[in-house]
């Protein structure tokens, strides 16, 4: 057995790199079920019902006002109320990965003698809880079209996945199309699985495919323009 400090715990909201503005968080994943004890029943009997996640959030807010910056991209998110992607690491980047869709319920300043001011979020889950994830790229900055490193995920899968994209920095460049590539041997036949939308700015996406997933997983970007640079996290879950 071996266990991990939160310390290498990571997490990415929307476009924000979230770990530097993070103290606390929680992803809980749950299962309603229906009681369908009868009369000659001798001990309850339950059936199980939808499943359903919540996430939460805190801890320091950024003073800063710019552009994408913490408190403007969380706004920006919860004034949109619609689904964001949210990449949980608990272990760190090389264990396992939680790619939720979430919708903003409530966002959060917080301030009192003694105490720094605080930010706090909350968020329901739409959708699946993918919970079996790899990240692929983490935090990667590209400066030119380039194939990323083959990712072996140990075995191929036949229902799916998704994917998730956190594009958190964007200088210089005219766009960066960015797709998820398979291949059975991790040398050769790579062939793209899922195609996030063509990015011309910081953006977050989330993408789910169907069918066949093979062995191995990389990372593509096509980058147009520059010299500049792109700044992206990719994760993927099978299903």
């Given at each position: ?65 710019a552009s994408n910056g913490q ?169």
């Amino acid at each position: 057995m071996a266990f991990r400090s939160s310390q290498v715990s990571r997490i990415y909201v929307g476009i924000l790199g979230a770990s530097a503005y993070t103290r606390n968080l929680s992803a809980d994943s749950t299962l309603d079920t229906h009681d369908v004890t009868t009369l000659v029943d001798t001990a309850k009997v339950f059936i199980p019902g939808l499943s359903g996640a919540t996430f939460s959030i805190d801890g320091p807010l950024d003073d800063s006002a710019a552009s994408n910056g913490q408190w403007d991209a969380l706004t920006d998110q919860k004034q949109a109320t619609t689904p964001v992607p949210i990449t949980y690491m608990p272990l760190g980047t090389d264990g396992a990965t939680w790619l939720l869709d979430g919708i903003h319920t409530n966002l959060n300043a917080n301030s009192g003698v003694g105490s720094s001011v605080d930010w706090s979020l909350t968020a329901d889950i739409t959708g699946l809880s993918d919970v079996r994830g790899v990240v692929l790229e983490n935090g990667t900055t590209i400066t030119n079209t380039e194939n990323g490193s083959s990712n072996d995920l140990t075995a191929a899968s036949s229902n799916g996945g998704v994917a998730h994209l956190h594009l958190t920095a964007f200088a210089t460049v005219t766009s960066d199309a960015i797709t998820i590539e398979d291949s059975s041997t991790g040398s050769s036949g790579w062939a793209t699985i899922a195609t996030f939308t063509t990015a011309t700015g910081v953006t977050s996406e989330r993408v789910e495919i169907t069918g066949t997933v093979k062995r191995y997983l990389r990372v593509v970007d096509t980058v147009v323009g520059g010299p500049g640079s792109v700044t992206r996290h990719v994760s993927f879950s099978r299903r």
